[in-house]
């Protein structure tokens, strides 16, 4: 698929995100517009890329130059459009890895001038330990080269608002003292993990919280949830690169219809 209609994607998937908020189109778009305006970001990003290359070059480290933020999962872009709506002061995160999605949410966090990001990832000795391999139905896997750091495309300028704790989320997370308004699922896709994990994350935020989750479609428990939880979820597809699977859930957790419409409805 060609680049621009990748944009034209992300377009569509960001007016959903506006009606399931009950949030002006033309504001969401202008985040987004100011996200693809973002020169510095872009070749910060592009910057990192290229000093660990020779270590690391799969997926979109392949490309060379990312010309264009439409070359990212529809899931980052949306992450920042939906912080820089939504201004949470905590938001946390599972599933790290080289940083992507961890560098969208804290530039929008900048942008905010306000909030911290907890991101939590299992130490790289458990990964190859317990072959905790997350990518393996793309033909891809989470083992770091030794020489990398979880987060090595982060750029430094965003790190002051960051906290990474190296840990299973599950201990993680229940070791977070204050409430967060924003989490967002990316670490071990199985079904009973997912459920844990989400369940978990829910005890310890208030009613106006923002759930989401990533590839979903590589099991139920995202799905699961939201039926046991009679949630109203929102599902995204990806943004054509790669497909237009449905793979990015959000939950709204003081949605409106939640108790009038439930997912299976």
Known sequence: MDIQDSHKCNLLSLELVAKYYDAEYEEVKAYYHELEDDTVFLNALNERMNASRELYS??????????????????????????RLLKPDLAVETGVFYGGTTAFILNALQKNKKGILISIDVPADELEKDAFLRHTSVSDSEDLPKALRPGFIIPDYLK??????????LSAIENIKDKFTFFSHDSEHRRD????????????????????????????????????????????????????????????????NIGKQGVTD
């Open 160 to 169: 002051d608002r960051w906290q990474f704790i190296e840990q299973d989320s």
């Open 58 to 83: 799969k997926g979109l480290f392949s490309r060379g130059e990312i010309s264009s933020i439409d070359w990212f999962a529809n899931q980052r872009i949306t992450q920042y459009v939906l912080i």
């Open 193 to 256: 993990y997912v459920l844990k994990e989400l369940e978990l994350a829910r005890s310890k935020m208030p009613v106006r919280s923002t759930i989401m989750a990533d590839d979903i479609d590589w099991s139920n428990g995202f799905i699961e949830f939201c039926v046991n939880k009679k949630l109203y979820p929102l599902f995204l597809t990806d943004n054509g690169k790669d497909g237009l699977n449905v793979r990015l859930g959000i939950v709204r957790l003081d949605h409106p």
